[in-house]
């Protein structure tokens, strides 16, 4: 799919989307808690779809309740589960880094053999993880030298083990879930240098609101503290999702006012800190009980002025700097954003698909070790651009459009499936023209 998006300027309210870190997290939890879990707000890109497959390929039963009979939206799922029970030999991820991540080491609680696979951008990404701490689990594991597919079969053994948590900590989302299952009390996870602390912070809680409870000390060593019996039938809402949310902020502060809603200010979403970039940048920004009214930098006398070019560290929130590119192309100054040795394994290398991309609209991006520095304040360029099969660039590039010289054209622009099914029609909504072929 192409999609061309015409510079303009926008208006209006948009709810954001339902956040796929928290609803996969939700997914998980629903599967090993024995019982019935009712999903409010469930979402629907393909993440998360796959999210649900995965929990069915290892024994819950999934029904959706329509919000109505008029509304394709869902309003809920319904989980049904005894436990992980896998009812075939092969489980399908699909592009999801956290699903493979997380349902590894759930999938190994059961004492079949079990094939994890993948698609797309997945089957590039280092597993190497799983090769190294399995064996100490008591799991038998097969990789094709650390990359996908991996065959496992458990059933896992918790252990005071130490792992790494500098390459990313969805694998220790994983284990955490995993552990916290087996009722396994004097099990201990010590963790170096872990990165993305607000993510684990994100399985903490949703681990809380099952009945589940574990304790760290600084992020450094996690324990199983005992719990009452789980309640037979749990109800869990995935709140908005602030890595979708993100994009729509930035979409106003340039071309806004606009209002985005469905988003806590509370939450533990480590994408939540766009709001310190938006501020620093000068966005006029306006926070109310439910919504967040983000535009445009004025001065003193209400007249509209350029954004400022900002410092940024995003080292625990990496998914922020395709907003951020965006942000900082239309902000007058060189913007620094920190934080760029994350970039690597995700769907495309974002560092330098980031830089090639953005240079066919005319924006000078530079990589220092683990700084980028993007100048803006020159003018985006019309220009047509590839997505690289990577969804946060489709929207970064889809932003970019609305303050251009002339339209954005991406290409395979259908990559904002995996996380943001609606992104462009969400555009749409706020008065963007977008043309889809």
């Keep these: 799919m192409r999609a061309t998006v015409h510079p303009n300027t926008l208006k209006g309210e948009q709810v954001a989307p339902a956040s ?3 609803m996969q997290r939700a997914c998980a939890a629903a599967l090993l808690h024995h019982g019935t879990t009712r999903i409010f707000n469930p979402g629907h890109s393909n993440d998360d779809l ?3 497959d995965v929990i069915q390929k290892l024994g819950a039963i999934v029904k959706a309740e329509d919000a109505s009979n008029e509304s ?5 799922i319904i989980v049904h589960s005894d436990g992980v029970k ?3 030999t092969s489980m399908n991820c699909g592009e999801s880094g956290l699903g493979i991540r997380m349902f590894t080491p759930i999938a190994a609680l059961s004492d079949q053999s079990i094939t994890i696979e993948g698609k797309g951008s997945l089957l590039k990404r280092p597993m190497h993880f799983f090769d190294t701490i399995f064996p100490k689990l008591g799991i038998n594991i097969q990789s094709q030298e650390g990359y996908l597919p991996i065959n496992i079969k458990g059933p896992l053994k918790p252990a005071h083990i130490e792992v790494d948590g500098s390459l990313s900590s969805q694998f220790l989302t994983g284990l955490l879930m995993a552990y916290a299952a087996t009722e396994h009390k004097n ?5 170096q240098e872990l990165k993305s602390k607000p993510y684990i912070d994100l399985t903490l ?15 450094k060593r996690f324990e199983f503290l005992a719990h009452p019996p789980l309640a037979d039938h749990i109800d869990y809402t995935v709140e908005g999702d602030w890595s979708g949310a993100a994009f729509l902020l930035v979409a106003g502060a340039i071309a806004g006012p606009i209002v985005v809603k469905g988003v806590q200010l509370n939450s533990t979403q480590a994408d939540k800190a766009v709001m310190q970039a938006l501020k620093d940048a000068c966005a006029t920004i306006e926070i109310h009980e439910n919504s967040i009214l983000i535009g445009p930098a004025k001065d003193s006398t209400e007249i509209v002025g350029p954004l400022k070019a900002f410092e940024f560290d995003a080292t625990d929130c990496p998914d922020l700097f395709p907003p951020l590119v965006a942000l900082a192309a239309v902000c007058k100054g060189v913007s620094i954003i920190h934080g760029v040795n994350r970039l690597a394994h995700k769907e495309s290398d974002r560092g330098l698909t980031l830089q090639t991309e953005f240079a066919k609209l005319g924006i000078r991006i530079e990589l220092n070790q683990d700084r980028m520095m993007v100048y803006g304040g020159t003018g ?13 660039i489709a929207m970064a590039c889809g932003v970019a459009a609305l303050c ?3 339209p954005i054209t991406i290409t395979d622009a259908e990559a904002v499936n995996k996380s943001y099914t609606d992104f462009f029609k969400h555009l749409q909504h706020l008065g963007a023209k977008v043309d889809l072929d």
């Design 205 to 219: 809680s949703v681990l809380n609101a099952f009945g589940w409870h574990v304790q760290h000390q600084d992020y």
């Design 72 to 76: 394709k939206n869902v309003a809920s």
């Design 86 to 88: 896998p009812i075939g």
């Design 404 to 406: 251009a010289d002339g």
């Design 380 to 392: 985006i360029k019309g220009a047509e651009v590839f997505s690289q099969h990577d969804h946060r």
């Design 50 to 52: 796959a999210a649900m």
């Design 187 to 191: 099990a201990v996870i010590e963790v």
């Design 20 to 22: 796929k870190s928290s």
